[in-house]
């Protein structure tokens, strides 16, 4: 027996209806075919509780843990990082602590790896990781860069009776793990030194030099040419504007000494040394792929003037 209530539906709606289920079957949903609804976590490669399980991710199925081992093994540690947040099976696998020992061995390399496994047990319990973000360290991986600016009186010309300028000029600074530095000034933009600033560029002007860390100062030095030379020192400080960036380096002291014709330094008194007190704006780093985008090739005319931060 058929029911005598009718539901009636006015053709608008029912119009509507349709094409919304229309174009509901027509989207396409890629996404739907390589994710699964309900991921498991995955415990770290090697690790004891490691069970075997099919991750319904295509990559994970297609890429055998042992070869994304190795693709991790070769990264940088900061791509270790960004690689961390892509899904949990690859942050658990980058728990291991063999990628952040290498990484921190290579950073620390002048401390030698005995006083490394020394530090690493007394203040950071232990743990790679942990040491690589608390302990402060000198990137490698770009340059740090002092943008100073001074205003300069012009010349008296036409109707401009007390004309300025405000001159915009550079510190770079490139530290390597081997203990040493590339330094120049320039009123170059960052794009257009970075290219110079190598051990095989034919620069007069790119000045290579030692340097020190000691927890978070570091002592630089170098040699300027010519008659008398002159020996270069700063105390420099390390900072970060977020864990683990030292991304940031404070200028403590700045001077200069001469230096006699037999190479020797002389006594640091008030003649032979000279402190400077100008062009002390802290350094910032500028990744290598960032150079080209970075803000600090903006001209004075857009940026009289930067704070660091």
């Known amino acids: 027996m058929t029911s005598d209530f009718v539901l009636q539906v006015p053709d608008e709606l029912e119009t509507a209806l349709q ?42 199925r297609c890429l055998p843990d042992e070869l994304l081992f190795e693709v991790f093994s070769r990264m940088a540690p900061y791509d270790l990082g960004r690689a ?27 401390s030698g790896m005995v006083e490394n496994y020394k530090i690493l047990q007394s203040k950071y319990e232990s743990s790679w990781r942990k040491m690589w973000l608390l302990r402060p360290r000198i990137r490698t991986d770009g340059l740090y ?5 001074y205003i300069h009186a012009g ?18 600074m490139r530290f390597f793990p081997s203990g040493r530095f590339l330094y120049k000034t320039s009123g170059q933009t960052v794009k257009d030194v970075v290219k110079y600033m190598n051990f095989r560029a034919s620069k007069t002007d790119v000045f290579n030099g030692r340097h020190t860390l000691t927890d978070d100062e570091i002592e630089a030095a170098f040699m300027y040419p010519g008659l008398p030379p002159t020996m270069w020192r700063a105390c420099l400080r390390l900072r ?6 030292n991304n940031r380096m404070d200028i403590l002291s700045l001077s200069t000494t001469k230096v006699n014709s037999d190479g020797v330094i002389e006594p640091e008194d008030d003649i032979s040394r000279v402190s ?15 150079v080209e985008a970075s803000v600090l090739n903006l001209p004075v005319e857009k940026m009289d003037y930067y704070v660091p931060g």
Do not use: M
């Open 19 to 60: 094409l919304k289920t229309v174009q509901y079957l027509v989207a396409q949903r890629p996404w739907l075919d390589l994710y699964g609804v309900n991921v498991r976590p995955v415990a770290p490669y090697g690790s004891a509780s490691r069970s075997v399980n099919v991750d319904p991710a295509l990559i994970h």
């Open 84 to 110: 961390a947040c892509v899904c949990r099976k690859w942050r658990y696998t980058l728990r291991n602590p063999i990628f952040w020992r290498n990484a921190c061995l290579k950073a620390w390399q002048l």
């Open 145 to 149: 860069v002092s943008r100073n600016t």
């Open 155 to 172: 010349v008296r010309e036409w109707t401009v009776t007390n004309p300025v300028h405000l001159v915009c000029y550079y510190r770079y």
């Open 240 to 245: 970060g504007t977020t864990l683990g960036a």
């Open 276 to 290: 400077h007190n100008r062009g002390l704006a802290p350094f910032t780093f500028v990744p290598f792929e960032e």
